[in-house]
């Protein structure tokens, strides 16, 4: 009951605190190495419904998979380096050979909607760290296993690692 | 003629850089004596359609007009500390005494829709900065004279600073 109570409230749409520390927010890996992500205003967690922002870290060799959403997403690098791959949305059957994009502290990012793309850190010596900001939460994902798997091959992620605890939360409550 | 390409480039929505300097952005104070406001993701700036990522100073005792819009808006707040004022949407004539909540260093903040609201530096030993997320752009902002004024005589600031010039060159466009 109290598990229950405790996973719930870090879902619920009511009472969330006007000013939070982000430092306090849950962090996890969700079992990716190499990752730190904490939602730092979320739909799923908060009731945001228009946007969502996360804070995330990689460490020196880890990243994102490779994957596209229909959403806006913005980066703002805080710390760190790493490169952007980005395979233009040409209308071809696959994602293609994509073209590197370095990322710097004080640099912003943007990927073109439904784009496939991943982040890696790159960098050896140093951690990447990012706000990421997505329109239209809660993201729906399609991830590729490599840049030659067929877009009709995709999988789709949903919910997505960090909105699954939620997402299962708020389903259980809507059978209530 | 160059001033007019140069203005134009600006506001177009071909050719965004998928990564950009943030320190090499405009930045300007818009007229607001205390303010460095840069459109890091913009709608009208950059053709984004779904967010957009504003990165503001605010120099000690400035701060924001009190204001509202029906936009959800997030802030992560990097440096400084200062202060929300915030006056819930309690269906009154008038906004009201606002709430104050401490914003500081790594903390987030959220405005609830259509709530009037004000951030200003309350700290008189350092700067504010602050990340914005808004959505819906371009952002809609009516604002008051002081918290007692009638939700009905609030004036809609539309574009808003930023968005002026971008605004006036798009509707230029249009006419041609
Ligand atoms: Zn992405
Ligand atoms: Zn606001």
Known sequence: ILAFISQASRCSTNEVPIVRNIRELPQN???????SHTTVAGSLVHGFKEVEVWLQTFAPGSGTPIHRHSCEEVFVVLKGSGTLYLASNSHSKYPGTPQEFPMFANSTVHVPVNDVHQVRNTNSGEDLQVLVIISRPP??????DDWSMPHTAARLKFPY???ERCYETLSEKDEL
């Open 29 to 35: 890996d969700y079992g990716r190495p190499g990752l």
């Open 139 to 144: 993201v729906k994902v399609f991830t590729y």
């Open 161 to 163: 690692y960090w909105d």
